[in-house]
């Protein structure tokens, strides 16, 4: 999903209450929450102050705010002219820059006023607050631009995970652990669908994902066309939206622009959960290391993942926020998984679950639900000790059905198969939108939320679920009805089974562009 200018923030509102959620028609709704500054102070370091060495470059009226800092290590402050940083650098404007050289390099928390815990790293660093990528250390890891970036004054190759550190608090902003951008208007949306590459005559998946982002560069289209792990998957990934009807315009456009570009390769698109006949085993890989370091560390389980979904990213206006909502919607996505339900088979098998998708993500280390961390300052530190430890990469590799994407500035929902008809994409993408926006109170313990998640993915409508309130059992269709304030449309996984398995994938062709 790209990022670009963000319109003022409108979405759907649900009015709920512990019986019943209804949609409603369009209009402003307010976010809660504070922001990032908790107001709480950091512990002191457990190193000594002779194992830091920071020096900062700010502009001269917050120098004395940097040299009054609560933690041991203000005394190292050196403040120093910056123009010797800016060789080359004909733009006279560098306030808000600050140069950090830090020997071990601060993991910050919030509320923190200059560092926190230290990890070891010598690096010296250009950090922006409010510019793009203010992340610069992973910036630098990535794009080794010293000497061509003035962003950028050294760069060491041993940044390892760790380089998603950052941290700065001066003149009252707040420090995070990680670079994020929920900065904007509320509610506007970005929406990414993952279709199938298939053979023209055949109708089985094959290696075709480059020539389609390749080709895709050359049209003006309302987003992008990228790979994902399977090189028989393209992802289409939409603008930023101001609301779901722009959204799914912008989807039409993608769906057309790639399917042309199909057409004159001798393949065909299909949208739909999983592929009917395909064995996993024999799905080709995009070789790329970020999906051959995926195979290399999760092995059969990744292999498995032939599937595909629907992600809707919402915009958020801040991180507090961003948690609090994602603990809202998690009680009621059984039920967007049970009216997108479009996997019945898998591996050439009618499996019984109408999203046979739902039971392959659980697979992964870190899918279905996020844990209870209490707040997105728990989440963030959840996130930068895996990191920091070397478990995962970095916050995308965690795979659950809704999750924080800092870098967007979006909470995305990504628990639905991805749907055959764009009325069906429109529905999910509005309900999503419509619960994200009236953030409903109840939490659900995560135990009712395991059983309702395994219960729409092998019944869809017809599951029985824990109601999100835990004292009482509901039809998940009767849900679904209260939600849209109408009678939900069939799964669209009841017309595979109706076509039947053999032609299941010819019929997904058909009505992809319909």
Same mark, same amino acid.
């Given at each position: ?277 395909? &064995?996993? $085993?024999?799905? @080709?890989?995009?070789? %790329?290391?970020?999906? /051959? ?7 059969? !389980? +990744? ?110 929902? &990504?628990? $639905?198969?991805? @749907?055959?008809?764009? %009325?069906?994409?429109? /529905? ?7 619960? !994200? +926006? ?77």
């Amino acid at each position: 999903m790209r990022r670009g200018p963000r319109p003022p923030a409108r979405g759907p509102r649900l009015n709920f209450s512990a019986a019943k959620l209804t949609l409603r028609d369009r209009h402003e709704y307010p976010l809660r929450g504070s922001g990032w500054n908790g107001g709480s102070v950091c512990p002191a370091p457990a190193l000594g102050p002779e194992w830091v060495r920071t020096r900062a470059t700010v502009p001269a009226v917050q120098r004395e705010e940097l040299r009054h800092c609560r933690m041991h290590t203000a005394g190292d402050i050196e403040p120093f002219e910056d123009e010797e940083l800016w060789s080359g650098d004909e733009s006279d404007d560098h306030a808000g820059w600050y140069c950090v050289s830090t020997d071990p390099f601060p993991c910050p928390a919030p509320g923190c006023s200059f560092i926190a815990e230290f990890m070891t790293a010598a690096h010296l660093v250009l950090v922006w607050q409010e510019r793009d990528d203010p992340n610069l250390l992973r910036h630098a890891g990535r794009a080794k631009e010293v000497g061509r970036n003035p962003r950028v004054v050294t760069y060491e190759p041993s940044f390892g995970p760790s380089a998603s550190y950052y941290a700065w608090e001066a003149a009252g902003y707040a420090c995070a652990a990680m670079e994020h951008r929920f900065t904007g208007p509320s509610f506007t949306i970005g929406i990414e669908e993952e279709l199938m590459i298939l053979d023209a005559e055949t109708r089985m998946p094959v290696d075709g994902v480059g020539v389609l982002v390749r080709e895709s560069e050359r049209l003006d289209l309302p987003g992008r066309l990228k790979t994902e792990l399977h090189a028989s998957v393209v992802e289409l990934n939409t603008d930023v939206c101001a609301d779901v009807a722009t959204a799914v315009d912008a989807l039409r456009a993608l769906r057309a622009g790639a399917a042309r570009i199909a057409s004159l390769n001798g393949l065909a698109l299909a949208a739909g959960g999983a592929h009917p006949t395909a &064995r996993f $085993a024999s799905l @080709p890989v995009v070789q %790329e290391e970020r999906y /051959l370091a995926m195979l290399r560390d999760i092995g059969w !389980v +990744a292999r498995r993942q032939g599937v595909n979904g629907l992600h809707v990213h919402v915009g958020i206006e801040s991180a507090d926020a961003c948690y609090e909502r994602l603990e809202s919607v998690l009680p009621w996505l059984p039920v967007v998984l049970a009216l997108s339900a479009n996997s019945p088979f898998f591996d050439g098998v009618e499996t019984g679950m109408l999203s046979s998708r739902a039971s392959i993500l659980a697979e992964l280390p870190r899918a279905g639900a996020p844990p209870a961390f209490g707040s997105y300052a728990g989440w963030e530190a959840w996130v930068e000790r895996l990191t920091r430890i070397g478990v995962i990469e970095d916050n995308t590799r965690v795979w659950w059905d809704v999750r924080p994407h800092p870098r967007f500035g979006t909470l995305e929902v &990504r628990i $639905a198969d991805q @749907p055959t008809a764009l %009325e069906r994409t429109a /529905l999910i993408a509005e309900l999503v939108v419509a619960l !994200v +926006a009236a953030a409903p109170t109840t939490v659900t313990p995560r135990g009712d939320y395991l059983q309702n998640r395994w219960a729409a993915a092998q019944n869809g409508l017809d599951a029985e679920l824990i109601h999100p309130n835990g004292e009482r059992v509901v039809g998940a269709r009767e849900l679904a009805a209260e939600l849209l304030g109408r009678e939900p449309p069939e799964p669209e996984a009841m017309r595979q089974l109706e076509v039947g398995i053999e032609r299941a994938a010819a019929d997904l062709v058909e009505r992809t562009l319909g």
